[in-house]
């Protein structure tokens, strides 16, 4: 395969809770967001199952109030679970199947307008876990992509904001530059879009970025913001009518969809009026944007909370940051744009499009891989090029990664080998100790978490160290090895120092699919026909 393929080929994936985007690069290295079959840039992340059919997007979105029972939403919020919340058609579906149908659609689209779609990059919220990534890199694999890796989507977004400073200050675009970046920057991405919110840190100079701290929340994002508003709604309605619409599932994604009308409405007017109909009767009402900021207020206020602790956890102030990226759909809410100006007393920068950048990032991170992998082979022009290799990036981890240890009460504690917001790559080793004269044997249980009690972290893996020496005494050493990727993946080996015995390395992650069930539900999903 030419490297010239390679690069057209390339696609950066945002594989939204409620809508996707997908990007790729020109031959002058731009990323440039691709329209869908429909022309519009995002394509909501719902589909709606019939036979042999699946139905992704626009028409599947239209259709959940017609068919709420075969329609699949928010299916992101449940990745990384053994299966999607809500059975479909009365059928159950795992969760990275329903996105694998999406991704699917996505490069459908693609290809038909830009040929064989070669590598993937897909991008998940900075506060993912372990689970969940590998999750979505198998929804990758069984939609038929090559993913070339998974990256966090403030990464992907400050790189894309970054890489744009870059492109104005070196190549022709000189002079349209506002600003110089002769200095390094230190931005705050802001990333609130349907169904997740993440926070992070990041530093990035004219040829590298790294992040210095993140967090988030995986369960808060636009859709509570609708589902004030349909409460709102529906009291409004029973206190009219007597009934309630959302004891009737069509009338309740009526009222989603209207209530995501709204609160666009309210970005950019005042006042709106919106019509709730049910059980054949209906309710004119108006709203202003005060009162959906009184309705949300509280929502606005966990993603301050979050802000001001990652700036804390960073060591930094606000008078050290230098710009505030604005990122996914709803930060065009005019309260949360307030809010950030509050707090960091800085005007928000929302220059680049709040819900294209994170797939154009992923764009710009595929072709980083590749041009280095390419080494001044591809078809790109080779100043393009020269921006691409040029750039470092170092991210950080959004979990602290330990294993549990047997406590003198019995129970067990979770001992903290990488802490989180550590920069990645990173490798880390601890000695600890038998518990048990002759013991043959010790079990290694993998936690990700922040808390001291091993029970309430998640465990995502555990392997044995098998065919210890008999006649060990009590207290003998095992050196644990914690290693950390830059993708966010993870490996943990244990040695006996003394006979330099190793435990396989292979981390046990509960309920994911083996290779040949990957490869079963992609022959599948292969005779689907998915539109
Ligand atoms: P994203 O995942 O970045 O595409 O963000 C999607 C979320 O942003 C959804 O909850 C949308 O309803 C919301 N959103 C998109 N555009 C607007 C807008 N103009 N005003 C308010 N919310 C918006």
Redesign the pocket.
């Known amino acids: 395969m030419s490297t010239a393929t390679e690069f057209s080929g390339l696609i950066g994936i945002?594989l939204?809770?409620?809508?996707s985007?997908v990007a790729r690069l020109s031959r002058e290295g731009i990323p440039q967001t691709i329209p869908n079959r429909e022309g519009e840039l995002?394509t909501p992340s719902v589909l709606m199952v019939e036979d042999q059919m699946v139905v992704v997007g626009r028409e599947a979105k239209r259709s959940e109030c017609v068919y709420p029972d075969r329609t699949a939403i928010c299916v992101k919020r449940d990745m990384g679970g053994a299966r999607y919340s809500r059975s479909l058609a009365g059928q159950e579906y795992r969760p990275e199947i329903l996105s694998a149908m999406i991704l699917k659609r996505i490069k459908t689209d693609v290809e038909s307008r830009f040929g064989p779609v070669q590598h993937a990059v897909i991008t998940v919220p900075a506060y993912f876990d372990d689970t969940r990534r590998k999750a979505t890199q198998d929804a990758g694999r069984i939609a038929g992509l090559n993913v070339l890796d998974i990256i966090n989507e403030p990464t992907a977004a400050a790189l894309a904001f970054a890489f744009e400073s870059h492109r104005r200050r070196n190549s022709h675009f000189e002079a349209f530059a506002r600003q110089a970046v002769d200095s390094p920057t230190t931005a705050l991405v802001y990333d609130l879009?349907?169904?997740t919110f993440d926070v992070s840190i990041v530093r990035f100079a004219h040829d590298r970025f790294e992040t210095l701290a993140t967090d988030g929340d995986v369960r808060l994002?636009?859709?509570d913001?609708?589902e004030r508003l349909v409460t709102y709604l529906a009291e409004q309605f029973r206190t009219a009518h007597g009934s309630d619409p959302r004891d009737d599932p069509q009338s309740l994604a009526f009222l989603y969809q209207e209530a995501?009308k709204v609160?666009?409405a309210l970005?950019?007017r005042t006042a709106t009026r919106v019509l709730v109909s049910h059980d054949g009767q209906r309710l004119s009402l108006d709203l202003t944007r005060r009162q959906f900021d009184d309705l949300t207020a509280d929502l606005v206020l966990r993603t301050e909370t979050t802000t001001e602790l990652v700036l804390d956890s960073a060591g930094l102030t606000w008078s050290q940051i230098d710009r505030v990226l604005m990122?996914?759909?709803?930060t065009?809410?005019p309260h949360i744009r307030e809010m950030i100006q509050r707090i960091s007393g800085k005007e928000p920068d929302c220059s680049l499009p709040?819900?294209e950048v994170?797939a154009q990032g992923a764009a710009l991170h595929g072709g980083i891989l590749l041009a280095r992998m390419a080494k001044g082979k591809g078809s790109i022009n080779d100043s393009a090029l020269g921006l691409w290799v040029e750039f470092e990036s170092i991210d950080v981890n959004s979990h602290s990664l330990g294993i549990a240890v047997r406590r003198p009460d019995g129970g067990y504690a979770n001992s903290i080998l990488i802490p989180k917001n550590t920069p990645l790559p990173v490798e880390r080793s601890r000695t600890y100790h038998t518990s048990a004269p002759n013991q043959r044997q010790v079990r290694v249980r993998i936690l990700e978490g922040e808390a001291y009690e091993a029970e309430a972290c998640v465990q995502i893996g555990e392997f044995v160290l098998g065919g210890l020496p008999a006649d060990l005494p009590e207290r003998s050493p095992i050196e644990i090895v914690c290693r950390y990727t830059s993708d966010g993946r993870i490996s943990v080996q244990g040695r006996h120092p003394n006979t330099g015995l190793l435990a396989e390395t292979t981390l046990v992650s509960q309920g994911r699919l083996n290779d040949a069930e990957l490869r079963e539900e992609a022959r599948k999903i292969g005779l689907l026909e998915i539109v």
């Open positions: 945002d939204g809770t409620t809508y985007c995002t879009g349907g169904g994002g636009g859709r913001w609708d995501e609160k666009h970005s950019v990122v996914g759909g709803m065009r809410v709040a819900d994170v």
